[in-house]
């Protein structure tokens, strides 16, 4: 099959071997799926990303003298059923997974490993009790936007709000209008979100924020006095650049708990003793939980998310390397779909 491969830090087209699926597994195709920014991080840091993961306990995933079909924010439609499969759903349905895949020798994520492609690629392998279906009115491309938003909503769980407490979103790229989403989800207010870019200001407001504001005008607390006062907020850094998290710790209020989900690739730095002092928090999240993911995808269907504003653009799988650099403007894009079959 036909698909964008990661082969020695470059993206390029190619044929690669049909996935085949095995026990309990199911053959998909691709209908949309989603550039996160995990996978640009992959493209320039891949190797970093593996000797982190080391680090952390994990297996390592990807070996980089082999090819890697990435892509994990996906829709896809059953075209077969591997053996010893329960096959509750048809051939045809359309489904989103959690982008695992289980397998005789453990589990391998879907998009980071060398054996089982993701969403780049025409077709690929899930697991069956992690399918769910998609609704017959909901599109494609909106649902493939289930795994970023579940990203969010986990966020969010793990910030703990409490009835009455607002949040302050740092960062409005794809992960901080998922934290957005989320926040809205739950009722917090105010939202307050700042971004330098106008258009990510513009798609805050669109996913729930009741203030978007450039903080090279304000700075981020700043901006939330301005909005809430006195009020403490849970802090949501979704930058991911080394200096933010320590700038954050010197503004935040004392008692303030601040939830991590930008990805930092780099060493950075912070001083414990002004964490100490202030008494804060800080919550670092990954993922999400299946009971997550389902809520999410349940949440875009029902209209609770609306997605349709964050997908600018689409590309086949030609336009996959283009896109990677097109995604360095956060004025241009903030969701693009490649669609394998287009």
């Known amino acids: 099959m036909k698909a964008a491969v990661m082969r020695a830090g470059e993206i390029l087209v190619d044929e690669v071997p049909e996935p085949e699926p095995g026990p309990g597994q199911v053959l998909v195709r691709t209908l949309a799926c989603g550039i996160c920014g995990s996978d640009l991080h992959a493209l320039q840091h891949a190797d970093e990303m593996m000797k982190v993961a080391e ?15 990435m892509g994990h ?8 059923f591997g053996p010893n499969t329960l096959q509750q759903l048809n051939v045809g349905d359309r489904v989103c997974s959690v982008p695992l895949v289980f397998h005789p020798g453990g589990m391998a994520p879907v998009g980071y490993s060398n054996d089982f492609p993701g969403g780049y690629g025409e077709r690929m392998v899930l697991t069956e009790p992690l399918l769910q279906r998609v609704p017959d009115d909901l599109p494609s491309e909106a649902a493939s936007l289930t795994e970023p938003m579940a990203v969010g909503i986990h966020a969010v769980a793990k910030g703990n709000l409490k009835k009455g407490e607002g949040g302050l979103v740092v960062g409005c790229g794809p992960v901080g209008l998922a934290v957005i989403a989320g926040l809205r989800l739950v009722g917090a207010e105010p939202i307050v979100a700042t971004d330098f870019s106008a258009r990510r200001r513009e798609l805050a407001l669109h996913m729930g924020a009741h203030a978007a504001v450039d903080p090279g005008e304000q700075t981020a607390m700043e901006a939330w006095r301005t909005q809430a006062g006195a009020k ?27 939830v991590v989900a930008g990805v930092c690739m780099e060493t950075d730095s912070i001083r414990p003793m002004i964490g100490i002092n202030k008494e804060l928090n800080l919550q670092f999240v990954l993922g999400y939980s299946p009971e997550e993911f389902s809520g999410a995808l349940r949440s875009i269907a029902e209209g609770a998310i609306d997605v349709g504003p964050l997908i600018t653009g689409r590309v086949p799988l030609s336009g996959v390397a283009g896109a990677f650099e097109d995604l360095g403007r956060p004025d241009a894009h903030a969701k693009i779909l490649v669609e394998p079959g287009s």
Do not use: K
């Not at 650049?241 to 008692?255: F, H, I, K, N, S």
């Open 55 to 69: 680090e952390s306990g994990l297996p390592r995933t990807m070996e980089l003298d082999r090819d890697v079909v």
């Open 73 to 80: 924010e996906f829709c896809a439609e059953i075209l077969e």
């Open 232 to 258: 403490t907020p849970v802090v949501f850094e979704c930058v991911g650049v080394p200096g933010m998290l320590d700038q954050l710790m010197r503004e935040a209020a004392p008692q303030t708990r601040i």
